[in-house]
């Protein structure tokens, strides 16, 4: 069975581990410092890096270091994983779904316009399975209303933006996942870039119990923290995988275009395009079930039979009964629902051969065969 996805780890990384396990050192020490520093110059040079132990963490961090809290309105995407609104809710502000472009699979812009009121104080964009959302719109709407952009990079780590440079590079809060899925890992793990001195310190004592030392080694603790430092187990292995991310991403980029190439045109199936930059992280397609007078599991297990593993990225989030609970329902995101009901997310990591992909593509010419088109 080919899985959706699967983590490309080699001898080095082992290696990588073995040392640190020798070292005596295991919790956050020179490895995370040396990660840290990395990811910087990966980004370009110009922001800070702070690693955490998800990327759930770092957006956490990223929002509290941002002052956002009880009252204030955070603009998040409709349809993500759900860590996107949960961070908002966990730190007491209340999420604002906008719907978002059925393709791109990005928030709607115009729609975060319409969704702002006086309570909004951040728009936190996604870069969908690593495309990067449409940022420029959103920075001069955050610039003309005082507001925070913090991304939500966690599935975009080597995604490229308009003029060349990585997301996570433009200095505002980004926030990445090394999640086992995504393109390179730390097991579990994340990141945070931001060019801004004060907001990293910030950052800083909030992923470490909210201490803080002084030159003369004095402690305080003036505000709340958790417990959110990366260890540097997972630093060692993300050292090792940074160093192939470049590779991993360009064959995701030969397997995503061998898709484009290959995959059956059919009216029930919608494929998502290429741009300027993508990533892959996912190949995410729509499929109308309902048009090919079949159910998403009984689909999933066709392909199943003939060895395609599948994936389901993501359900709509305002219709989980939590956010229901805001006053959200059926009909609010059309794009979104649509999406969650249609989604499938087909195998793509930097192992597939392409003889796999054929056999993708082949499992879904034989299912849509004989079917209207
Ligand atoms: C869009 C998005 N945001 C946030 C997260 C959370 O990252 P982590 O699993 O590292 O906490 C994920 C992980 O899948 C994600 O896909």
């Not at 955070?74 to 978002?100: C, E, L, Q, W, Y």
């Not at 395609?308 to 609010?332: C, E, N, Q």
């Amino acid at each position: 069975m080919l899985p959706f996805t699967r983590p490309t780890l080699g001898d080095e990384e082992k290696r990588a581990v073995s040392d640190v396990l020798s070292s005596g050192w295991l919790a956050t020490g020179p490895k995370v410092a040396a990660f840290e520093g990395a990811l910087a110059d990966y980004l370009g040079g110009g922001v800070d890096v702070r690693a955490f132990n998800s990327g759930t963490s770092a957006l956490e961090a990223a929002l509290i270091a941002g002052g956002v809290g009880p009252g204030d309105e955070v603009i998040v995407p409709a349809m993500s994983f759900v860590a996107t609104a949960n961070v908002v809710k966990r730190v007491g502000a209340t999420p604002v779904f906008v719907d978002v472009d059925l393709v791109s699979r990005n928030l709607s812009v115009s729609g975060a316009e319409r969704a702002l009121t006086s309570r909004t104080r951040v728009l936190l964009p996604v870069h969908f399975a690593g495309r990067a959302a449409d940022l420029l719109p959103l920075h001069q709407l955050a610039k003309e209303r005082g507001l925070l952009v913090i991304e939500d990079a966690a599935q975009a780590i080597g995604t490229r933006f308009g003029d060349g440079h990585r997301i996570g590079g433009s200095g505002n809060p980004v926030c990445f996942s090394f999640h086992p899925n995504k393109n390179m890992t730390t097991i579990e793990g994340g990141a945070l870039a931001c060019s801004d001195g004060d907001f990293i310190r910030r950052v800083e004592r909030v992923r470490f119990h909210g201490i803080e030392r002084d030159a003369q080694g004095g402690v305080d603790v003036s505000e709340w923290g958790g417990k959110m430092n990366l260890p540097d187990v997972g630093a060692a292995i993300g050292l090792v995988q940074l160093g192939r991310l470049e590779a991993f991403n360009w064959r995701r980029k030969e397997l995503a275009e061998g898709y484009l190439a290959h995959m059956p045109r059919h009216g029930a199936l919608l494929l998502p395009e290429d741009a300027p930059g993508h990533s892959w992280h996912m190949f995410c397609v729509c499929v109308d079930f309902e048009m090919l007078g079949t159910t998403r599991p009984a689909f999933q297990e066709r392909l199943g039979s003939l060895g395609v593993g599948t994936g389901i990225h993501y359900p709509a989030m305002h219709l989980f009964s939590l956010y229901r609970k805001l006053g959200y329902g059926p009909g609010d995101f059309p794009h979104a629902e649509r999406i969650g009901e249609q989604t499938l997310t087909l195998p793509l990591f930097p192992t597939m051969t392409d003889q796999d992909l054929d056999r993708v593509c082949v499992a879904f010419a034989t299912l849509l065969q004989g079917t209207e088109s």
